[in-house]
């Protein structure tokens, strides 16, 4: 029956995927994310319930506007499906023995989802809304809180968090003010700070490593190919190092523990 679960959650990542589409539209723009229809972009027709149903609507008008028939971005089923398996792996991979289990999986995924938001908005405007890294502070004390009453209740467990809050964001914070924030923005020291009290020192640490890694890969290849401006977004590279040490973390530094450091 594990099939169910993973529909169901399926679903529940697609719902809170086309939510991320509005908030990525609107939070740079100052608007309100909790009221007012949706409208296409093209003719200004505010859209019915049956065009918002995540996926299924883009698929069968054919990606494009019920009424004006202008072409719809790929985008939006696209963070829709994305969320929605990310959600489904880290039920896959924490399981959902225990209530406090899966409160702490709902703090994972949606977490995962504020992750999503930063990353586009990063990427289109160069600057992380402040409003989301409080955010993700707010859903790593939740979830230090869960973890602390209702699964390990040990100074240990607290220490991990709470260096984890400083481990790379103190760091990131000297190189912001040693270079003036041109070397690192605001934004990305406050969201490591989040992360870190959400994942503990260890694996905040492995992301801002991955994070690095993608960074630096990604760029040279975009430099390389597009002759991209050397101007870099470190927001979605952060977000997806926090992303994959989230879920692979744990799995990451075991390997590199037995296998490389016996090299
Ligand atoms: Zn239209």
């Known amino acids: 029956m594990d099939i169910i679960?993973?529909?169901?959650?399926?679903?529940?990542?697609?719902?809170?995927?086309s939510f991320?589409?509005?908030?990525?539209?609107?939070?740079?723009?100052?608007?309100?994310?909790?009221?007012?229809?949706?409208?296409?972009?093209?003719c200004n027709k505010t859209l019915s319930w049956y065009d918002l149903i995540p996926i299924i609507s883009f698929i069968s008008i054919g990606g494009k506007c019920r009424y004006c028939k202008a072409k719809l971005s790929?985008?939006?089923?696209?963070?829709?499906?994305?969320?929605?398996?990310?959600?489904?792996?880290?039920?896959y991979i924490y399981g959902w023995q225990t209530?406090?289990?899966v409160l702490i999986n709902i703090i994972y995924c949606l977490s995962i989802s504020l992750l999503i938001v930063v990353s586009l908005i990063d990427h289109r405007t160069f600057t992380i809304p402040g409003g989301l890294t409080k955010t993700l502070l707010v859903l790593a004390m939740i979830g230090l809180i869960i973890r602390y009453f209702g699964i390990e209740r040990t100074n240990a467990l607290l220490l991990d968090h709470v260096i984890g809050l400083f481990a790379v964001s103190s760091f990131l914070a000297i190189i912001f003010y040693v270079t003036g924030g041109r070397?690192?923005?605001?934004?990305?020291?406050?969201?490591?700070?989040?992360?870190?009290?959400?994942?503990?020192?260890?694996?905040?640490?492995?992301?801002?490593?991955?994070?690095?890694?993608?960074?630096?890969?990604?760029?040279?290849?975009?430099?390389?190919?597009?002759?991209?401006?050397?101007?870099?977004?470190?927001?979605?590279?952060?977000?997806?190092?926090?992303?994959?040490?989230?879920?692979f973390g744990n799995s990451?530094?075991?390997w590199y523990i037995l296998y490389i450091l016996q090299l």
């Open 183 to 247: 070397g690192i923005g605001g934004g990305d020291v406050k969201l490591m700070a989040g992360a870190g009290l959400l994942l503990g020192w260890k694996l905040v640490i492995l992301s801002f490593i991955l994070g690095a890694i993608f960074a630096s890969v990604i760029h040279i290849l975009k430099m390389r190919l597009m002759n991209a401006d050397r101007t870099l977004a470190f927001g979605p590279y952060l977000s997806a190092g926090i992303i994959v040490s989230l879920l």
């Open 252 to 254: 990451i530094i075991n």
């Open 74 to 91: 790929l985008q939006y089923p696209l963070i829709e499906a994305t969320n929605g398996l990310l959600y489904v792996l880290v039920f």
């Open 20 to 42: 991320l589409n509005v908030c990525i539209y609107r939070i740079p723009k100052g608007k309100t994310v909790v009221a007012g229809r949706s409208f296409c972009m093209s």
């Open 5 to 17: 679960i993973y529909i169901l959650v399926f679903i529940f990542g697609i719902v809170i995927g």
């Open 99 to 101: 209530s406090m289990i």
